[in-house]
């Protein structure tokens, strides 16, 4: 007999809906993509690498804004919280400078080196970093705008968190806008599948890392968003999510793309013609 780990579920169905590798036939070919186009606006843009936000070793960022007063545009990867860095995460910039967007690649350390806390206490580092070095940096501190995918997406709504906000004497509206693709936003379930081999969550460590159990920075404005291919416990954690916002009182649209995996989804973002970019953008500048 199969053991049921969670809301009657085994063992291995968690699995494989957290599986995210599963869902295409080579991930390589996207997480080559990253790096490629990254390192090609590393080449071509004008802008600041591996920035101290703090002391760690793995608190860094690159930074690339087009004109002063420009509206920021902070990406945070995925990996799962144990893959990848900021140097596959600034693929966007190319595109987004050419409309006037500035971007920012957040770096943090990865398990199971250092705890969930850990790595949220770094993202949300690096946010007031970049908030209170707005003016040396050049861009618009009342425009910063908030992106991660997967595991990135989870620690996104982390900066959505009004009574983190709060404490660290950030305005309410800090963050102008949040895109989250294919995020994670209660993490109880990854308690029981193959995702705490290198996380090792407790229970309570689960839930006060969990964006569905945290109030939402009041009027937030988020983009929720997955891919077509996207397993159905990635497409409900979204939808989930979605509606924890509303009734929080947040502006909330809700998509599925389609034509996409939990890979290429935030490489529309490189393209100035795909629907995703022109959404995010028009959110950025346009407010909507």
Same mark, same amino acid.
Not at 81 to 102: N, T, V, Y
Not at 130 to 140: I, K, M, Q, S, T
Not at 174 to 182: G, Q, R
């Given at each position: ?16 809906? $957290? ?5 295409? #036939?080579?991930?390589d ?32 960022l690159d ?11 902070i990406? *945070?990867?995925?990996?799962? /919280? ?18 006037? *967007? ?9 398990? #199971?080196?250092?705890? *969930? ?9 690096? $946010?007031?970093?970049? /908030? ?6 050049g ?58 081999? /290198? ?11 969990? #964006?569905?159990?945290? #109030?939402?920075?009041?009027?937030a ?17 979204s939808?989930t999510y ?36 022109r ?10």
């Amino acid at each position: 007999m199969t053991a049921r780990t969670h809301s009657g579920i085994d063992r291995q169905a968690l699995d494989r809906e $957290f599986f995210a590798r599963g869902t295409v #036939p080579d991930v390589d070919i996207f997480i080559d993509a990253y790096a490629r186009l990254s390192r090609a606006a590393r080449q071509t843009l004008r802008g600041e690498v591996d920035v101290a936000y703090g002391e760690g070793a793995d608190e860094t960022l690159d930074i690339f804004v087009p004109a002063p007063g420009a509206p920021l545009f902070i990406f *945070i990867h995925g990996g799962f /919280w144990r893959a990848l860095s900021k140097d596959e995460s600034s693929f966007m910039a190319p595109a987004f400078a050419q409309a006037g *967007i500035g971007v920012a690649a957040i770096n943090y350390s990865l398990a #199971p080196s250092v705890s *969930i806390d850990e790595i949220v206490r770094q993202t949300r580092l690096a $946010f007031v970093w970049l /908030w209170h070095n707005a003016e040396r940096l050049g861009f618009d501190r009342s425009r910063i705008h908030i992106c991660g995918s997967s595991a990135g997406g989870h620690l996104a709504a982390m900066l959505l968190d009004g009574t983190w906000l709060e404490s660290v004497s950030l305005p309410h509206n800090a963050v102008a806008s949040a895109t989250l693709f294919s995020g994670l936003f209660d993490l109880e379930p990854l308690r029981h599948c193959h995702v705490n081999d /290198w996380m090792n969550f407790d229970k309570a460590q689960a839930k006060r890392n969990s #964006p569905i159990h945290l #109030p939402v920075q009041a009027g937030a404005m988020l983009h929720v968003a997955y891919a077509e291919t996207d397993t159905e416990a990635f497409k409900c954690q979204s939808r989930t999510y979605a509606r924890h916002c509303v009734d929080a009182g947040a502006r909330v649209t809700c998509a599925e793309y389609a034509n996409t995996n939990h890979f290429d989804i935030v490489l529309k973002l490189a393209e100035a013609g795909t629907t995703v970019f022109r959404h995010v953008t028009r959110q950025i500048l346009d407010g909507q």
